[in-house]
Nanobody
Framework: QVQLVESGGGLVQAGGSLRLSCAASRSIDSINHMGWYRQAPGKQRELVARIWSGGNTNVADSVKGRFTISRDNAKNTVYLQMNSLKPEDTAVYYC?????????WGQGTQVTVSS
């Protein structure tokens, strides 16, 4: 079992920045990959960014160049640095982890970008 706790969401003006954190309840060394998804009202949940155990990353085209995913294995934490935020980035952001065949999700953190 892996518990994921997100933090760092909030309200920010367009053009601003936020950093989301996802703290795992156990070592993330053996986790296949961790990432961030988001879900806006009336829309499907979508992948924002993912980081693999080897360090490779995948970033959605819609946020490429603005968002960066990173991790600190010593703190069992994954981060999402979000810069140049746009109103369309408004959503609930969820942390996700895949360990073996099991999926784990955090409770989500709200990000609201005002125009």
């Amino acid at each position: 079992q892996v518990q994921l706790v997100e933090s760092g969401g909030g309200l920010v003006q367009a053009g601003g920045s936020l950093r989301l954190s996802c703290a795992a309840s156990r070592s993330i060394d053996s986790i296949n990959h961790m990432g961030w998804y988001r879900q806006a009202p009336g829309k499907q949940r979508e992948l924002v960014a993912r980081i693999w155990s080897g360090g490779n990353t995948n970033v959605a085209d819609s946020v490429k160049g603005r968002f960066t995913i990173s991790r600190d294995n010593a703190k069992n934490t994954v981060y999402l640095q979000m810069n140049s935020l746009k109103p369309e980035d408004t959503a609930v952001y969820y942390c996700h982890a895949l360990k073996g065949w099991a999926d784990y999700w955090g409770q989500g953190t709200q990000v609201t970008v005002s125009s």
